[in-house]
Protein backbone atom coordinates (compact mmCIF):
# COMPACT_ATOMS: atom_id res chain seq x y z
CA UNK A 1 0.00 0.00 0.00
CA UNK A 2 1.74 3.42 -0.98
CA UNK A 3 2.21 5.69 2.30
CA UNK A 4 -0.44 8.82 2.17
CA UNK A 5 0.72 12.02 3.23
CA UNK A 6 -0.83 11.58 6.44
CA UNK A 7 1.63 8.24 7.23
CA UNK A 8 4.41 10.08 8.88
CA UNK A 9 1.51 11.22 11.36
CA UNK A 10 1.96 8.43 14.63
CA UNK A 11 3.51 6.08 11.72
CA UNK A 12 0.59 5.05 10.59
CA UNK A 13 0.45 2.94 7.13
CA UNK A 14 -2.40 5.13 5.47
CA UNK A 15 -4.42 5.03 2.19
CA UNK A 16 -3.91 7.68 -0.08
CA UNK A 17 -6.42 10.80 0.33
CA UNK A 18 -9.22 10.56 -1.98
CA UNK A 19 -9.43 13.17 -5.09
CA UNK A 20 -11.47 13.52 -8.63
CA UNK A 21 -9.79 11.04 -10.61
CA UNK A 22 -11.00 8.13 -7.87
CA UNK A 23 -14.66 9.23 -9.18
CA UNK A 24 -16.66 9.04 -12.24
CA UNK A 25 -17.31 12.41 -13.43
CA UNK A 26 -21.49 13.41 -13.29
CA UNK A 27 -23.51 15.36 -15.52
CA UNK A 28 -25.35 18.06 -12.69
CA UNK A 29 -28.60 17.73 -15.50
CA UNK A 30 -28.29 14.03 -15.58
CA UNK A 31 -27.86 13.96 -11.43
CA UNK A 32 -30.73 15.94 -11.29
CA UNK A 33 -33.30 13.49 -13.14
CA UNK A 34 -31.98 10.89 -11.14
CA UNK A 35 -33.02 12.80 -7.75
CA UNK A 36 -36.51 12.77 -9.03
CA UNK A 37 -36.45 9.33 -10.18
CA UNK A 38 -35.12 8.43 -7.03
CA UNK A 39 -37.35 9.85 -4.84
CA UNK A 40 -40.55 9.07 -7.53
CA UNK A 41 -42.79 6.08 -6.15
CA UNK A 42 -43.50 5.39 -10.40
CA UNK A 43 -40.52 3.10 -10.49
CA UNK A 44 -42.57 0.31 -7.95
CA UNK A 45 -45.25 -1.73 -9.48
CA UNK A 46 -47.75 -0.17 -6.97
CA UNK A 47 -46.66 3.13 -6.79
CA UNK A 48 -46.10 2.79 -3.40
CA UNK A 49 -42.39 2.99 -2.63
CA UNK A 50 -39.40 4.86 -3.78
CA UNK A 51 -35.83 3.92 -3.80
CA UNK A 52 -35.50 6.20 -1.03
CA UNK A 53 -38.18 4.56 1.24
CA UNK A 54 -35.13 2.12 2.14
CA UNK A 55 -32.51 4.30 1.15
CA UNK A 56 -32.83 7.64 2.97
CA UNK A 57 -30.70 10.59 4.04
CA UNK A 58 -32.69 10.77 7.30
CA UNK A 59 -31.56 7.13 8.31
CA UNK A 60 -27.56 7.87 6.76
CA UNK A 61 -29.06 6.44 2.98
CA UNK A 62 -30.18 3.29 4.69
CA UNK A 63 -33.69 2.66 6.58
CA UNK A 64 -33.03 2.23 10.48
CA UNK A 65 -33.89 -0.86 11.10
CA UNK A 66 -32.22 -4.50 10.83
CA UNK A 67 -34.25 -5.52 7.89
CA UNK A 68 -36.85 -3.49 6.14
CA UNK A 69 -40.27 -3.92 4.96
CA UNK A 70 -40.36 -3.09 1.50
CA UNK A 71 -44.31 -3.15 -0.97
CA UNK A 72 -46.69 -3.72 1.54
CA UNK A 73 -45.21 -1.17 4.50
CA UNK A 74 -46.57 2.17 5.23
CA UNK A 75 -44.12 5.01 6.86
CA UNK A 76 -40.81 5.58 7.06
CA UNK A 77 -37.65 3.86 9.07
CA UNK A 78 -38.46 2.07 12.19
CA UNK A 79 -41.52 3.53 11.99
CA UNK A 80 -42.38 2.21 9.22
CA UNK A 81 -45.10 -1.24 9.80
CA UNK A 82 -46.96 -3.40 7.39
CA UNK A 83 -50.40 -1.98 5.65
CA UNK A 84 -53.53 -3.47 7.00
CA UNK A 85 -54.76 -3.29 3.46
CA UNK A 86 -52.29 -5.27 2.08
CA UNK A 87 -49.50 -6.95 4.35
CA UNK A 88 -45.92 -7.75 2.85
CA UNK A 89 -45.86 -11.42 2.48
CA UNK A 90 -41.67 -11.52 4.14
CA UNK A 91 -39.20 -8.50 5.60
CA UNK A 92 -36.61 -8.00 2.69
CA UNK A 93 -34.01 -10.30 3.64
CA UNK A 94 -30.94 -8.23 4.48
CA UNK A 95 -29.96 -4.82 5.42
CA UNK A 96 -29.87 -2.04 3.35
CA UNK A 97 -27.26 -1.21 2.18
CA UNK A 98 -25.90 2.90 2.56
CA UNK A 99 -24.44 4.78 -0.32
CA UNK A 100 -21.81 6.45 0.06
CA UNK A 101 -19.15 6.63 -2.54
CA UNK A 102 -21.01 3.67 -4.75
CA UNK A 103 -19.39 6.21 -7.85
CA UNK A 104 -16.12 5.75 -7.27
CA UNK A 105 -14.14 3.46 -9.47
CA UNK A 106 -12.82 0.96 -6.49
CA UNK A 107 -16.53 -0.10 -5.92
CA UNK A 108 -16.28 -3.64 -7.94
CA UNK A 109 -18.55 -5.55 -6.23
CA UNK A 110 -22.28 -4.83 -4.93
CA UNK A 111 -24.28 -6.77 -2.77
CA UNK A 112 -23.78 -8.27 0.20
CA UNK A 113 -22.83 -11.55 -1.61
CA UNK A 114 -20.97 -9.85 -4.65
CA UNK A 115 -23.99 -10.96 -7.51
CA UNK A 116 -22.94 -7.91 -9.42
CA UNK A 117 -19.69 -7.03 -9.99
CA UNK A 118 -16.77 -5.90 -12.46
CA UNK A 119 -16.08 -8.27 -15.19
CA UNK A 120 -13.96 -6.88 -18.31
CA UNK A 121 -14.17 -10.43 -19.58
CA UNK A 122 -17.69 -10.48 -20.37
CA UNK A 123 -19.25 -8.30 -23.03
CA UNK A 124 -21.52 -6.39 -20.84
CA UNK A 125 -18.53 -5.51 -18.37
CA UNK A 126 -20.36 -7.05 -15.85
CA UNK A 127 -21.01 -10.20 -14.26
CA UNK A 128 -24.38 -10.48 -12.77
CA UNK A 129 -27.40 -13.12 -12.82
CA UNK A 130 -28.74 -11.79 -15.68
CA UNK A 131 -27.14 -12.80 -19.25
CA UNK A 132 -25.44 -10.10 -20.76
CA UNK A 133 -27.76 -8.76 -23.33
CA UNK A 134 -30.28 -7.98 -20.42
CA UNK A 135 -27.22 -5.60 -18.60
CA UNK A 136 -26.23 -3.61 -21.93
CA UNK A 137 -27.49 -0.28 -21.69
CA UNK A 138 -26.44 0.36 -18.24
CA UNK A 139 -23.44 3.17 -18.13
CA UNK A 140 -21.85 1.83 -14.74
CA UNK A 141 -21.71 -1.16 -12.09
CA UNK A 142 -23.89 1.51 -9.58
CA UNK A 143 -26.57 2.08 -13.28
CA UNK A 144 -26.82 -1.92 -13.34
CA UNK A 145 -27.78 -2.51 -9.92
CA UNK A 146 -30.94 -0.44 -9.55
CA UNK A 147 -32.05 -3.91 -11.83
CA UNK A 148 -32.49 -5.82 -9.05
CA UNK A 149 -34.68 -3.95 -6.51
CA UNK A 150 -37.24 -2.98 -9.19
CA UNK A 151 -38.15 -6.81 -10.23
CA UNK A 152 -37.84 -8.27 -6.04
CA UNK A 153 -41.33 -8.86 -4.96
CA UNK A 154 -40.61 -7.76 -1.86
CA UNK A 155 -38.89 -4.61 -2.33
CA UNK A 156 -40.14 -2.90 -5.48
CA UNK A 157 -42.41 -4.74 -7.89
CA UNK A 158 -44.61 -5.89 -5.17
CA UNK A 159 -46.79 -9.63 -5.37
CA UNK A 160 -48.23 -11.56 -8.64
CA UNK A 161 -51.99 -10.33 -8.39
CA UNK A 162 -50.99 -6.47 -7.58
CA UNK A 163 -49.96 -5.10 -10.45
CA UNK A 164 -48.33 -5.07 -14.06
CA UNK A 165 -45.02 -5.19 -13.63
CA UNK A 166 -44.70 -8.06 -10.80
CA UNK A 167 -47.04 -10.59 -13.07
CA UNK A 168 -44.25 -9.95 -15.81
CA UNK A 169 -41.94 -10.56 -13.67
CA UNK A 170 -43.34 -13.83 -12.94
CA UNK A 171 -43.95 -14.94 -16.13
CA UNK A 172 -40.10 -13.92 -17.06
CA UNK A 173 -40.77 -10.39 -19.01
CA UNK A 174 -37.65 -8.64 -17.85
CA UNK A 175 -36.68 -7.17 -21.40
CA UNK A 176 -38.53 -6.82 -24.77
CA UNK A 177 -42.30 -5.00 -25.19
CA UNK A 178 -44.18 -5.16 -22.34
CA UNK A 179 -41.48 -6.02 -20.31
CA UNK A 180 -41.19 -5.26 -16.51
CA UNK A 181 -38.63 -2.82 -17.84
CA UNK A 182 -40.68 -1.57 -20.77
CA UNK A 183 -43.58 -1.13 -18.12
CA UNK A 184 -42.08 0.80 -16.04
CA UNK A 185 -39.78 3.47 -18.81
CA UNK A 186 -43.19 3.59 -20.37
CA UNK A 187 -44.96 5.08 -16.89
CA UNK A 188 -42.17 7.33 -16.70
CA UNK A 189 -42.13 8.25 -20.28
CA UNK A 190 -46.00 9.20 -20.23
CA UNK A 191 -44.89 12.07 -17.62
CA UNK A 192 -44.29 15.01 -19.88
CA UNK A 193 -41.62 16.64 -17.28
CA UNK A 194 -40.16 13.08 -17.47
CA UNK A 195 -40.29 13.38 -21.06
CA UNK A 196 -38.92 16.93 -21.27
CA UNK A 197 -36.10 15.93 -18.68
CA UNK A 198 -34.48 12.80 -20.57
CA UNK A 199 -34.99 14.42 -24.21
CA UNK A 200 -32.78 17.57 -22.55
CA UNK A 201 -30.27 14.96 -20.89
CA UNK A 202 -29.75 12.04 -23.54
CA UNK A 203 -29.22 13.57 -27.11
CA UNK A 204 -30.53 10.21 -28.55
CA UNK A 205 -34.16 10.37 -26.64
CA UNK A 206 -33.85 13.86 -27.95
CA UNK A 207 -33.53 12.72 -31.68
CA UNK A 208 -36.53 10.26 -31.09
CA UNK A 209 -35.23 7.18 -29.25
CA UNK A 210 -37.50 5.98 -26.52
CA UNK A 211 -36.83 5.89 -22.79
CA UNK A 212 -35.81 2.63 -21.84
CA UNK A 213 -34.67 1.72 -18.29
CA UNK A 214 -31.31 1.77 -18.95
CA UNK A 215 -31.68 5.38 -19.58
CA UNK A 216 -33.69 5.36 -15.82
CA UNK A 217 -31.14 3.53 -13.88
CA UNK A 218 -28.02 5.75 -15.53
CA UNK A 219 -29.65 8.86 -14.27
CA UNK A 220 -30.21 7.35 -10.99
CA UNK A 221 -26.92 6.32 -10.71
CA UNK A 222 -25.47 9.59 -11.52
CA UNK A 223 -27.89 11.47 -8.55
CA UNK A 224 -26.02 8.29 -5.77
CA UNK A 225 -22.52 9.02 -7.26
CA UNK A 226 -23.04 12.89 -6.74
CA UNK A 227 -25.35 13.26 -3.87
CA UNK A 228 -23.22 10.71 -1.30
CA UNK A 229 -19.80 11.19 -2.44
CA UNK A 230 -17.99 11.34 0.77
CA UNK A 231 -14.68 12.88 1.10
CA UNK A 232 -14.90 15.33 3.75
CA UNK A 233 -14.88 13.75 6.96
CA UNK A 234 -12.06 14.45 9.74
CA UNK A 235 -10.29 10.87 8.30
CA UNK A 236 -9.72 13.06 5.24
CA UNK A 237 -7.99 15.67 6.87
CA UNK A 238 -5.62 13.92 8.10
CA UNK A 239 -5.04 11.26 4.97
CA UNK A 240 -4.22 14.95 3.01
CA UNK A 241 -2.15 16.20 5.94
CA UNK A 242 -4.05 18.77 7.11
CA UNK A 243 -4.85 17.47 10.75
CA UNK A 244 -3.91 14.34 12.81
CA UNK A 245 -5.69 11.76 14.82
CA UNK A 246 -6.07 12.90 18.52
CA UNK A 247 -6.89 10.99 21.66
CA UNK A 248 -9.11 8.35 21.66
CA UNK A 249 -8.91 8.42 17.84
CA UNK A 250 -5.34 8.14 17.85
CA UNK A 251 -5.86 5.22 19.69
CA UNK A 252 -8.15 3.27 17.77
CA UNK A 253 -6.08 4.17 14.20
CA UNK A 254 -3.17 2.22 15.52
CA UNK A 255 -5.21 -0.50 16.73
CA UNK A 256 -6.93 -0.66 13.03
CA UNK A 257 -3.82 -0.62 11.29
CA UNK A 258 -2.03 -2.80 13.56
CA UNK A 259 -2.40 -4.78 15.96
CA UNK A 260 -6.58 -5.89 15.40
CA UNK A 261 -5.78 -6.05 11.72
CA UNK A 262 -8.99 -4.23 10.76
CA UNK A 263 -7.05 -2.75 7.82
CA UNK A 264 -6.18 -6.33 6.37
CA UNK A 265 -9.75 -6.60 5.10
CA UNK A 266 -11.10 -2.61 5.14
CA UNK A 267 -8.32 -0.70 2.97
CA UNK A 268 -8.21 1.80 0.90
CA UNK A 269 -9.60 5.18 1.23
CA UNK A 270 -13.35 3.53 1.24
CA UNK A 271 -11.69 0.95 3.80
CA UNK A 272 -12.43 -1.86 1.77
CA UNK A 273 -10.82 -4.72 -0.29
CA UNK A 274 -14.12 -5.04 -1.73
CA UNK A 275 -13.51 -9.22 -1.12
CA UNK A 276 -15.43 -11.83 0.62
CA UNK A 277 -14.74 -12.70 4.85
CA UNK A 278 -16.98 -15.40 6.83
CA UNK A 279 -16.99 -13.45 9.90
CA UNK A 280 -19.18 -15.30 11.73
CA UNK A 281 -21.91 -12.73 11.54
CA UNK A 282 -25.70 -13.59 12.88
CA UNK A 283 -28.33 -14.27 10.49
CA UNK A 284 -31.98 -12.94 11.00
CA UNK A 285 -34.72 -13.38 9.09
CA UNK A 286 -35.48 -15.80 6.61
CA UNK A 287 -31.86 -15.44 4.74
CA UNK A 288 -31.51 -14.89 1.30
CA UNK A 289 -32.96 -17.11 -1.79
CA UNK A 290 -33.41 -16.98 -5.21
CA UNK A 291 -36.45 -16.05 -7.07
CA UNK A 292 -39.75 -17.76 -5.78
CA UNK A 293 -37.47 -20.03 -3.29
CA UNK A 294 -38.11 -19.97 0.35
CA UNK A 295 -35.85 -21.25 3.20
CA UNK A 296 -34.07 -19.96 6.02
CA UNK A 297 -30.13 -20.08 5.45
CA UNK A 298 -28.11 -16.98 4.18
CA UNK A 299 -24.77 -18.59 2.75
CA UNK A 300 -23.54 -14.65 1.39
CA UNK A 301 -21.25 -15.54 -1.41
CA UNK A 302 -21.59 -19.54 -1.87
CA UNK A 303 -25.41 -18.47 -3.24
CA UNK A 304 -23.57 -16.77 -6.53
CA UNK A 305 -20.23 -19.29 -6.90
CA UNK A 306 -21.02 -22.56 -5.35
CA UNK A 307 -17.76 -22.92 -4.00
CA UNK A 308 -17.73 -24.25 -0.40
CA UNK A 309 -15.31 -22.06 0.78
CA UNK A 310 -17.51 -19.31 -0.11
CA UNK A 311 -20.14 -20.38 2.64
CA UNK A 312 -21.17 -17.41 5.30
CA UNK A 313 -18.70 -14.88 3.26
CA UNK A 314 -20.64 -11.78 2.68
CA UNK A 315 -18.71 -8.74 1.22
CA UNK A 316 -16.30 -6.07 3.25
CA UNK A 317 -18.68 -2.97 3.59
CA UNK A 318 -16.83 0.16 3.03
CA UNK A 319 -16.96 1.92 6.65
CA UNK A 320 -17.60 5.97 5.73
CA UNK A 321 -19.95 7.03 7.85
CA UNK A 322 -20.00 3.68 9.54
CA UNK A 323 -21.11 5.73 12.98
CA UNK A 324 -24.67 6.62 11.12
CA UNK A 325 -25.15 3.61 9.74
CA UNK A 326 -26.91 1.07 11.53
CA UNK A 327 -27.83 -1.40 12.15
CA UNK A 328 -24.41 -2.95 11.22
CA UNK A 329 -23.91 -6.05 10.09
CA UNK A 330 -25.09 -7.88 6.86
CA UNK A 331 -28.42 -8.96 8.48
CA UNK A 332 -28.74 -6.27 10.75
CA UNK A 333 -27.54 -8.10 13.45
CA UNK A 334 -26.22 -5.32 16.14
CA UNK A 335 -27.85 -2.53 17.00
CA UNK A 336 -24.63 -1.00 18.89
CA UNK A 337 -21.01 0.01 16.99
CA UNK A 338 -19.04 -1.31 19.52
CA UNK A 339 -21.11 -4.23 20.42
CA UNK A 340 -20.82 -5.19 16.55
CA UNK A 341 -16.89 -3.87 16.30
CA UNK A 342 -16.49 -6.51 19.66
CA UNK A 343 -18.40 -9.28 18.30
CA UNK A 344 -16.68 -8.85 14.64
CA UNK A 345 -13.02 -8.55 15.96
CA UNK A 346 -13.32 -12.31 17.29
CA UNK A 347 -16.31 -14.30 15.53
CA UNK A 348 -15.48 -17.09 17.89
CA UNK A 349 -17.36 -15.77 20.68
CA UNK A 350 -20.68 -16.07 20.99
CA UNK A 351 -22.49 -12.25 19.63
CA UNK A 352 -24.68 -10.61 21.87
CA UNK A 353 -26.61 -9.02 19.04
CA UNK A 354 -30.10 -7.52 18.93
CA UNK A 355 -32.23 -6.61 15.81
CA UNK A 356 -34.04 -2.99 15.09
CA UNK A 357 -37.51 -4.19 13.65
CA UNK A 358 -40.18 -2.52 12.00
CA UNK A 359 -43.82 -2.78 13.66
CA UNK A 360 -45.97 -5.55 12.72
CA UNK A 361 -43.25 -8.08 11.29
CA UNK A 362 -44.51 -11.06 8.98
CA UNK A 363 -43.35 -14.12 9.55
CA UNK A 364 -42.24 -13.92 12.86
CA UNK A 365 -41.48 -17.38 13.51
CA UNK A 366 -38.95 -17.53 10.79
CA UNK A 367 -36.89 -14.12 12.69
CA UNK A 368 -34.95 -16.17 15.30
CA UNK A 369 -34.99 -19.47 13.59
CA UNK A 370 -31.39 -19.14 12.38
CA UNK A 371 -30.28 -17.94 16.40
CA UNK A 372 -32.42 -20.97 17.74
CA UNK A 373 -31.12 -23.42 15.26
CA UNK A 374 -27.61 -24.71 17.09
CA UNK A 375 -26.61 -26.97 13.94
CA UNK A 376 -26.76 -23.73 11.11
CA UNK A 377 -25.07 -21.65 14.20
CA UNK A 378 -22.08 -24.19 14.24
CA UNK A 379 -21.57 -24.18 10.60
CA UNK A 380 -21.72 -19.83 10.41
CA UNK A 381 -18.80 -20.24 13.40
CA UNK A 382 -17.18 -23.35 12.08
CA UNK A 383 -17.17 -20.91 8.62
CA UNK A 384 -15.20 -18.20 10.41
CA UNK A 385 -12.57 -20.30 12.28
CA UNK A 386 -9.49 -18.58 12.80
CA UNK A 387 -10.50 -15.22 11.56
CA UNK A 388 -10.09 -12.42 14.64
CA UNK A 389 -8.63 -11.39 18.51
CA UNK A 390 -10.56 -10.57 21.21
CA UNK A 391 -10.53 -6.68 22.25
CA UNK A 392 -10.92 -5.08 25.16
CA UNK A 393 -13.39 -2.76 26.52
CA UNK A 394 -10.72 0.23 26.01
CA UNK A 395 -9.62 -1.35 22.57
CA UNK A 396 -13.25 -1.03 21.55
CA UNK A 397 -13.93 1.96 22.48
CA UNK A 398 -10.55 3.33 20.85
CA UNK A 399 -11.67 1.56 17.36
CA UNK A 400 -15.33 3.41 17.98
CA UNK A 401 -13.88 6.51 17.98
CA UNK A 402 -11.71 6.53 15.10
CA UNK A 403 -14.32 5.34 13.33
CA UNK A 404 -16.37 8.34 14.09
CA UNK A 405 -13.67 10.09 12.44
CA UNK A 406 -15.10 9.01 8.89
CA UNK A 407 -18.76 11.02 9.78
CA UNK A 408 -18.66 13.61 6.98
CA UNK A 409 -21.64 16.24 7.80
CA UNK A 410 -21.66 17.11 4.19
CA UNK A 411 -22.15 13.51 2.84
CA UNK A 412 -24.64 12.41 5.36
CA UNK A 413 -27.01 15.99 4.64
CA UNK A 414 -26.93 15.32 0.53
CA UNK A 415 -26.10 18.14 -1.95
CA UNK A 416 -29.17 17.97 -3.64
CA UNK A 417 -31.36 17.30 -0.67
CA UNK A 418 -34.72 15.89 -1.31
CA UNK A 419 -37.13 17.24 -3.45
CA UNK A 420 -40.26 19.11 -2.52
CA UNK A 421 -42.58 17.21 -5.54
CA UNK A 422 -41.65 14.16 -8.36
CA UNK A 423 -43.13 14.74 -11.41
CA UNK A 424 -45.72 11.72 -11.33
CA UNK A 425 -47.30 13.69 -8.60
CA UNK A 426 -46.79 10.82 -5.85
CA UNK A 427 -45.89 11.53 -2.32
CA UNK A 428 -42.13 12.00 -1.14
CA UNK A 429 -40.42 10.04 1.36
CA UNK A 430 -39.53 12.74 4.11
Known sequence: MALGSAALAGGLDLPEPLSDADFAPVD???????????????????????????????FATGDGVSLG?????????????????????ALVPRNAPPLFNMGAHAVTVLFADGRIEVDRTRPSGFRTPMEDEMVAGFDSLLSAQTMFPVLSDDEMA???SENDVSRAVRRGLITGPDGAWDILSRRVAEIPAYAEGFEAVYPEIAAGRDIGFTDISNAIAAFVAAEWRSDTAPFDAVLRGEATFEGAAARGATLFYGEAGCA???SGPLLSDFDFHAMGAPQLGPGKALSFESHVRDEGRFRVTGRTDDAYAFRTP??????????????????????????????????????????????????????????????ISEAAQGAGRSLSETDVADIVAFLETLTDPAALKGRMGIPETVPSGLPVDR
Not at 69 to 85: F, K, T, W
Open 28 to 58: PAEAALGQLLFYDPILSGNRTISCATCHHPK
Open 69 to 89: LGEGGVGLGPDRRADPDNPPE
Open 158 to 160: GHY
Open 264 to 266: TCH
Open 318 to 379: PLRNVAETGPWGHAGGHDDLAGFVRDHADPEAVPAYAAVLPRDVPEADKLWRVRDDAAERGR
